[in-house]
């Protein structure tokens, strides 16, 4: 907690950043530059995580409870 201390307060910074990336029109989460970098790997597993639950919703209707053969 010590480290904190002395740290400058980033959040006029920040309510700018955002102010004026609500012009135009982007969404809060997507409007600093690191965005990239933590929604596109959220995108990737989410999107995995959708097709797999997807892909074995289909084969437990036709009967096989298991990720591959029967």
Known sequence: MAGFVNR??????????????SKK????WNQSSRSKYFLYPYYTVFAGTF??????M???V????TWYGK
């Open 8 to 21: 400058d307060n980033r959040v006029p910074y920040y309510q700018r950043l955002f102010q004026e990336g």
């Open 25 to 28: 029109h982007v969404r809060q």
């Open 51 to 56: 097709a797999g639950c997807m892909y074995m």
């Open 58 to 60: 289909t084969r437990m």
């Open 62 to 65: 036709l009967g096989h409870k």
